[in-house]
């Protein structure tokens, strides 16, 4: 069992950057891959990035290539996203999730936060 918090979440303008931390309960949590979501008003959750159990490869949507990090601490339960350039169309409200293998689909994810919102005004 995982349980899963975000924070991070909030309003910045254009360009401007936010590091989102998702913080993680239980002891299995480095035997997990961790992955990002995102869902807007009236659009289905799409996948972010992902990160293996071990940090060792990470995957990115072709919206965030380039701009945003996923990162993870297995000693400190924390998986992180850092976002710099951030777009008006970045906005969303922003999950981790938890999967056994690190894919990019959301039925392959077994737990999920609660999210945390972030706007981006032009």
């Known amino acids: 069992q995982v349980q899963l918090v975000e924070s991070g979440g909030g309003l910045v303008q254009a360009g401007g950057s936010l590091r989102l931390s998702c913080a993680a309960s239980?002891?299995?949590?480095?035997?997990?891959?961790m992955g990002w979501f995102r869902q807007a008003p009236g659009k289905e959750r799409e996948f972010v990035a992902a990160?293996?159990?071990?940090?060792?490869?990470?995957t990115y949507a072709d919206s965030v290539k380039g701009r945003f990090k996923i990162s993870r601490d297995n000693a400190k339960n924390t998986v992180s996203l850092q976002m710099n350039g951030l777009k008006p169309e970045d906005t969303a409200v922003y999950y981790c999730?938890?999967?056994?293998?690190?894919?990019?689909?959301?039925?392959?994810?077994?737990?999920w936060g609660q999210g945390t919102q972030v706007t981006v005004s032009s």
């Open positions: 239980g002891r299995t949590f480095s035997s997990y891959c």
């Open positions: 999730a938890a999967s056994r293998r690190m894919l990019v689909t959301t039925n392959a994810y077994e737990y």
């Open positions: 990160i293996t159990w071990s940090g060792g490869d990470t």
